[in-house]
């Protein structure tokens, strides 16, 4: 029941932006944190950015703190990212992931999009 599904992946010009979209459904969107990660081909998952609600408070890795935003509209139960001046090393698969379920302690991904930073 609960899904993710991202979007708005591709391939960009290193010093370019893409805004990263993720459709949440099947839980109650707006008390649940949202966060975003990253596994580029041979690495380690990698924590990208985190976004609490109703509040918003936000956290961001090292690697993309300065030029990524993390944002949320809970009206249409989707997260973003904004991500600005992208690097070749930002390409990677981006995941949308959730803890939900039954006693808020599932973790949920969605199925990624792909981002490519190449000239």
């Known amino acids: 029941q609960v899904q993710l599904v991202e979007s708005g992946g591709g391939l960009v010009q290193p010093g370019g932006s893409l805004r990263l979209s993720c459709a949440a459904s099947?839980?109650?969107?707006?008390?649940?944190?949202m966060r975003w990660y990253r596994q580029a081909p041979g690495k380690e998952r990698e924590l990208v950015a985190t976004?609490?609600?109703?509040?918003?408070?936000?956290n961001y890795g090292d690697s993309v703190k300065g030029r990524f935003t993390i944002s949320r509209d809970n009206a249409k139960n989707t997260v973003y990212l904004q991500m600005n001046l992208l690097k070749p090393e930002d390409t990677a698969v981006y995941y949308c992931?959730?803890?939900?379920?039954?006693?808020?302690?599932?973790?949920?991904w969605g199925q990624g999009t792909q981002v490519t930073v190449s000239s």
């Open positions: 976004i609490t609600s109703p509040i918003r408070f936000t």
């Open positions: 992931n959730a803890r939900a379920g039954s006693d808020s302690r599932t973790d949920y």
């Open positions: 099947g839980f109650t969107f707006s008390t649940t944190a």
